[in-house]
């Protein structure tokens, strides 16, 4: 999954859920929700695939391993408790959230990180480093279609009827 993919149907889980267990629309912010569903790409992308590419050659490492959720989970409950702040939970159930999205339990190596081994599953691609960069760059224009379209265009959607439904909220707001 790319950017929008991970956003809109994090997002679109999340108001899911909130239709059915209100309460969680008060311990986490969608904003960080929407920062966390990235941040395992974040974090790994630019390691495992540009600056320790002939280490690593791997897009899927550190930050995709529960591991790194736990701690952010961990720290995020240490801050709702002491100071109410949802920040970090909404980052950790982001980043979960993720690794729901990139089914990683298809990948128990990386996933279950350092408890399965110490070294992360090679990906055996023919570019690294920058490469790995201009290849990324010159597919995004290439119309033909992938299977990876298809969470990018639900995300989409549901980014565009949150808008939506965010600026008709707004605006019934101003009209009061």
């Known amino acids: 999954m790319l950017l929008f993919g991970h956003i809109g149907v994090t997002l679109g889980i999340f108001f899911g859920l909130g239709i059915f267990v209100p309460r969680i629309r008060t311990i986490i912010d969608p904003r960080y929700l929407a920062i966390g569903a990235l941040l395992p790409d974040l974090i790994d992308k630019p390691l495992g695939r540009v600056i320790f ?12 391993t ?6 952010l989970f961990l720290i995020g409950l240490y801050l709702y408790n002491k ?6 939970l909404s980052l950790a159930s982001g980043s979960f959230f993720h690794l729901m999205e990139d089914q990683m339990w298809a990948k ?22 920058i490469e790995y960069l201009s290849n ?11 299977r990876a379209f298809i969470p990018e265009i639900i995300g989409m959607v549901v980014i565009v009827i949150l808008t939506l439904y965010w600026l008709i909220k707004r605006y019934r707001q101003s009209k009061l």
């Open 83 to 88: 100071k109410r702040d949802i920040k970090v």
């Open 66 to 71: 529960l591991l790194l959720f736990f701690v």
């Open 136 to 146: 990324m760059l010159e597919k995004s224009f290439e119309l033909e279609f992938s």
């Open 53 to 64: 590419a002939s280490t690593f050659e791997n897009g899927r490492i550190i930050g995709h």
């Open 108 to 129: 128990p190596a990386t996933l279950f990180w350092p408890f399965l081994g110490l070294s992360f599953p090679k990906d055996h691609s023919d570019y690294t480093g």
